[in-house]
């Protein structure tokens, strides 16, 4: 995916889905990538080690996306 800006629409970020893995009984990309174009080298990336869909009757407490959290890594 790239993301054109709405003003000049050159490309400012691309996202790059890649390593296709089976996971949580879906087939899904395991690692996200965003790069932003107009700085060299800066980029973000997101591995998903394990991952669980469908659970339901089970509630995710409120809590769980706090700052304080969010900032931990929980």
């Known amino acids: 995916l790239s993301?054109?800006?709405s003003l000049t629409r050159s490309l400012i970020k691309e996202m790059i889905f890649s390593d296709q893995k089976h996971m949580g009984g879906r087939f899904i990309p395991t690692t996200i990538e965003m790069k932003t174009l107009t700085?060299?080298?800066?980029r973000t990336i997101i591995h998903?080690?394990?991952i669980r869909f469908d659970l339901s009757g089970r509630?995710?407490?409120d809590d769980l996306f706090s700052e304080q959290n969010?900032?931990?890594g929980l």
């Open 70 to 72: 969010l900032k931990r």
């Open 59 to 61: 509630e995710i407490a």
């Open 48 to 50: 998903y080690h394990d």
């Open 3 to 5: 993301f054109p800006t």
């Open 39 to 42: 700085k060299e080298g800066q």
